[in-house]
DNA sequence: CGCCTTGTGTACGCTAGCGTGCCGACGCTT
DNA sequence: AAGCGTCGGCACGCTAGCGTACACAAGGCG
């Protein structure tokens, strides 16, 4: 039981809800693992469930043609997976692939949204969490454009070290051109880059982060934009 | 009153509501003119009021670094400007600006969340068609990415005809490198191609749609996927 | 009428990134 | 220990689009 209610704590959405809340959530709640590459959402699925990650977390991917591919969102324990339920809305335009193993807290769809009526607080801070994936969907399609493959995938490692909670990233070249939706090899003369600052360093199949600030200095500033507009709508 | 009526008719969002949600609309909104050029939100801007374009339409514009800008979304008759209410947001993250002349009906943000709470129809007909924007914004940062000028040319101008409701349009090639996010001088090798292939006529701030269809066929697909997700979630 | 602003055509060299393909190295399996 | 599949480095020519700049044309205005 206490498990459960650290567990809880540990996704940042459902940190210091009102105790009725957090009990109602607890009630109808559990716990799963997500393994590596496990397909949580195919585009246009039914949402059968929703996810709060507690140490996993989840790329939302947009498939294009069925051939070109792009990160357009990401979950960790700073957010969900299957927002558009706050809208009523069972269906998910996303492919949504696990990233990062681990667990997570699942609910069935149609509890979720019965708890979310009797659960105001939460259901709040649900919908300002939408409105922030609303924002950083737009940021990020100016930053997908304007943004050269090294500053996106500074981006991209440090907002993944974010949700890992680790130095260390199990991720090949291949996986992060996929991402970004670029070729490996731009992959591999950006990751090149990174390693000559002195920023990270790799090894087949795993990257390390040696210097944090460093690369938040080598990202685009749309890292640092993401970060505050999320602090200012949901820790506020 | 009926010129109100039909005004009201000639939103989509508004169509067909039931005619009590009708009434409490039509109580409290108003009629406004839309000029060319006028900025109706600045980002971070706190909403005060509402916009569901009647024959005006209103691009949405992300701003990154001051100086890179990107149009993200799109607002006609279809739609409406300051979706974020909907989630008991009053801001939005990007510039709203006239990019078509004409009506829309204003509602002030207290009175439109009012009014959502007894408006049950027209409330969750908002909801889907936030989900719609989503997914459309999803799919945009990937179109931009990925789709070469000339095809997101095409897409661009046919959205923009839909909305218009008029084959010919008012636009400069320094507007809509604006909007595209690319050189003024890319969009005029594009506009000659698509004007060679006789899909399009131009003169000096005006472009004239000749050959629809193949317009269509010269654009992305991602044109008539976007008019298909509305038509799935909204016409149902 | 001529001026001047605005819009469009075009040309230059340049860069980021593409598609592709190949090689070598690592490390897991047998 | 050998073999093989995966991963990363690298190189090739190529394309889209960039930044810039300049010239010409259209059309509003004095």
Redesign the pocket.
């Known amino acids: 039981m206490t498990s459960i209610l650290h567990a809880c704590a540990a996704n940042q959405l459902l940190a210091e809800l009102p105790s009725a809340e957090q009990d109602a959530f607890m009630a109808i709640c559990d716990t799963v693992q997500l393994t590596f590459g496990e397909v949580l959402f195919q585009p246009t699925d039914t949402i059968t469930h929703v996810y709060f990650p507690i140490d996993s977390f989840i790329s939302q991917i947009v498939i294009l043609n069925m051939d070109s591919r792009l990160e357009v969102a990401m979950a960790g324990r700073e957010g969900m997976l299957g927002i558009s339920l706050v809208l009523d809305i069972a269906e998910t335009p996303l492919l949504a692939l696990v990233q990062g193993e681990g667990l997570a807290l699942r609910i069935n769809a149609a509890s979720f949204q019965q708890l979310l009526l009797n659960a105001p607080v939460l259901h709040q801070r649900l919908k300002r969490y939408l409105y922030v994936v609303i924002s950083q969907l737009a940021n990020s399609a100016a930053c997908i454009h304007f ?4 500053e ?1 995938l500074a981006r991209w490692l440090l907002m993944t070290q974010d949700r890992a909670k680790s130095d260390s990233l199990q ?5 992060l051109a996929m991402m970004l ?6 992959i ?5 880059a990174l ?1 000559t600052r002195g920023l990270i360093r ?6 390390i982060i040696i210097d944090r600030p460093g690369l938040i200095e080598a990202a685009c500033k749309c890292y640092t934009d993401d970060c505050a507009l999320y602090t200012k709508v949901l820790m506020l």
């Open positions: 943004h050269r493959i090294e996106r991720l090949t070249h291949e996986f939706g670029v070729r490996r090899a731009g591999t003369l950006a990751a090149i390693q790799y090894h087949r199949g795993e990257i």
